[in-house]
């Protein structure tokens, strides 16, 4: 009988386990609802421009169409930085200003993009790798992403050459 009653408490003590465990992740997804909403409600305070789908399905970045993002990127009067998450490898033109981490690196270099609080506008190749670079970001605590969707690939203004090394040329 004794048995019984161990063997009773061990399963009692094991489902308390586990729901203090869900109560815990739901707490951390509330925590972080809360914050996406304040984030939300300051964008529009600002008057900033916010896709439905980030309130709507609670998505905590902004997809901006390539007109768009190259909208605010030619006006001097807004403040926001440019992040590149193209490969290493990759040979295109990028924009000018830029802050280059490719996204194998963003993990570790996130660090790197000056300001949490400024809006960040991030671009790839052809939109897939930020969208990743976004998500990346919103879990190291910035609120104010933007996706440029369809990337380099669909910017519709002029871009910058890459610096390359310059080889040396040979004398004749």
């Known amino acids: 009988m ?5 063997q009773m408490l061990e399963f009692i ?5 586990n729901i203090e465990k869900n109560i815990a992740r739901m707490d951390e997804k509330l925590d972080f609802s809360i914050m996406l909403q304040r984030n939300h409600l300051v964008r529009v305070k600002n008057g900033e421009e916010i896709d439905d789908n980030m309130i709507l399905m609670g998505r905590p970045y902004n997809d901006l169409s390539p007109q768009k993002a190259f909208s605010v990127y030619s006006n001097p009067n807004i403040d926001f930085i440019v992040l590149d998450v193209t490969s290493k490898s ?4 990028r924009l000018e ?6 996204l194998e690196e963003l993990n570790v270099r996130f ?5 949490k609080t400024v809006p960040v506008m991030v671009i790839s190749e052809n939109g ?4 990743q670079a976004c998500e990346t970001l919103v879990k190291k605590g910035f609120f104010n992403i ?10 519709p ?3 910058v050459e890459p610096k390359k090394e310059e080889e040396p040329t040979p004398e004749v």
């Open 2 to 6: 004794d048995l019984k009653i161990f």
């Open 157 to 159: 203004g002029k871009a």
């Open 90 to 93: 990759w040979t295109g033109t």
């Open 97 to 102: 200003g830029a802050v280059h981490i490719p």
């Open 146 to 155: 933007n996706n440029v969707s369809g990337g380099y690939e669909f910017w």
């Open 13 to 17: 003590n094991s489902r308390l386990s």
């Open 128 to 131: 897939l790798r930020s969208i």
């Open 111 to 115: 660090v790197e993009v000056p300001s």
